[in-house]
Structures are given as C-alpha cells and as structure tokens.
Nanobody
Framework: QVQLVESGGGLVRPGGSLRLSCAAS????????MSWYRQAPGKQRDLVAT???????NYADSVRDRFTISRDNAKNTIYLQMNSLKPEDTAVYYC?????????????????WGQGTQVTVSS
C-alpha cells in the first residue's frame, strides 16, 4: 500500500508565496518521476512541473521562472515553491508519482496520486 500526502496549500494574496510538500510512504522500493498537477474548477487537470529521480526538471510555460520543484529522495518527498502567485494559479494541486513497490519477489510499478491541496490566490 502506497500513500501520497500533500500539505502546504492555503489562501494567499497576489504576489505572495506558498510551498507545497508531498510525501510518499508505504512498501516503496524506488520512487521514479514525481510531478505536480493542478485542476481549476471546470477545467482539466494540467501538468505544472516534473522532477526525475536524478533531479532533472520540466515546467509548464505558465509557471516557469515563478515555481520551483525539488525533491528529497531520502524522504521520498517533493516540494513546490510557488512565488509571485497570480489569481489564475488558483486550483487544487495534486501530487503524482511513479513508484516501484515490493516485496522484491513481486515488484510492481504503478502510478499514484495524492488527495489534492487547495491553493487560492485572491485579494
């Protein structure tokens, strides 16, 4: 059993900052790529940023130069530092991970999602 637990969402004024965290736990062998997605009301879920196990990153154009994704492999945790927030950043933010789980005699690689955390940018 694997769980992804997000934290750090909330209400912030335009121009402000927030830091999201997502920790993976369970019978984990290796956590591969991890990502943040977001979904605004009435819209599809979109990719915000991705980070590989080796630390390579990729960002959506709308957040590049404002958001920074990072990870701590020892803690199976990723972070999303969000600066210069805009009202259009308002959404539920979801953590995603591609995870290899054990036992070693029966390894399975699968996709996992967190429950989401609300980020609201409003004055």
């Amino acid at each position: 059993q694997v769980q992804l637990v997000e934290s750090g969402g909330g209400l912030v004024r335009p121009g402000g900052s927030l830091r999201l965290s997502c920790a993976a736990s369970g019978t984990i062998v290796t956590v591969r790529d991890m990502s943040w997605y977001r979904q605004a009301p009435g819209k599809q879920r979109d990719l915000v940023a991705t980070i590989t196990r080796g630390g390579n990153t990729n960002y959506a154009d709308s957040v590049r130069d404002r958001f920074t994704i990072s990870r701590d492999n020892a803690k199976n945790t990723i972070y999303l530092q969000m600066n210069s927030l805009k009202p259009e950043d308002t959404a539920v933010y979801y953590c995603y991970a591609r995870i290899l789980t054990g036992p070693t005699t029966y390894l399975i690689e699968d996709d996992y999602w967190g429950q989401g955390t609300q980020v609201t940018v409003s004055s």
